[in-house]
């Protein structure tokens, strides 16, 4: 079992920047492959970023690539999502994943879940 919490969502304006944080317990963090989606309002979850066991491999969905930046720590249990040039379109809950393969873009690919973080883009 791992267990998965997220933070650092919040309110911010277009344009600003905001980080993610999510710790994981249970098992042993360098053995997952971990990630990050995310749920607008009425729509379905989608992909955001993923990153490899040891961090050698990231991927990002088209929407976000160049502006967001996926990172782990495993020393400390954490992967992180650094979200600069915020757009309101990223306005959504955001979610932590975990799975034991590699890297996939869709729900199934990953077996626990955090209980998300609500980001919010707004003038």
């Known amino acids: 079992q791992v267990q998965l919490v997220e933070s650092g969502g919040g309110l911010v304006q277009p344009g600003d920047s905001l980080r993610l944080s999510c710790t994981a317990s249970?098992?042993?963090?360098?053995?997952?492959?971990m990630a990050w989606f995310r749920q607008p309002s009425g729509k379905e979850r989608e992909f955001v970023a993923g990153?490899?066991?040891?961090?050698?491999?990231?991927r990002y969905a088209d929407s976000v690539k160049g502006r967001f930046r996926i990172a782990r720590d495993n020393a400390k249990s954490t992967v992180y999502l650094q979200m600069d040039s915020l757009k309101p379109e990223d306005t959504a809950v955001y979610y932590c994943?975990?799975?034991?393969?590699?890297?996939?873009?869709?729900?199934?690919?990953?077996?626990?879940w955090g209980q998300g973080t609500q980001v919010t883009v707004s003038s």
């Open positions: 990153i490899s066991r040891n961090a050698g491999v990231t």
């Open positions: 994943a975990a799975g034991s393969y590699a890297i996939a873009t869709n729900r199934p690919g990953y077996d626990y």
């Open positions: 249970g098992r042993t963090v360098s053995s997952i492959t």
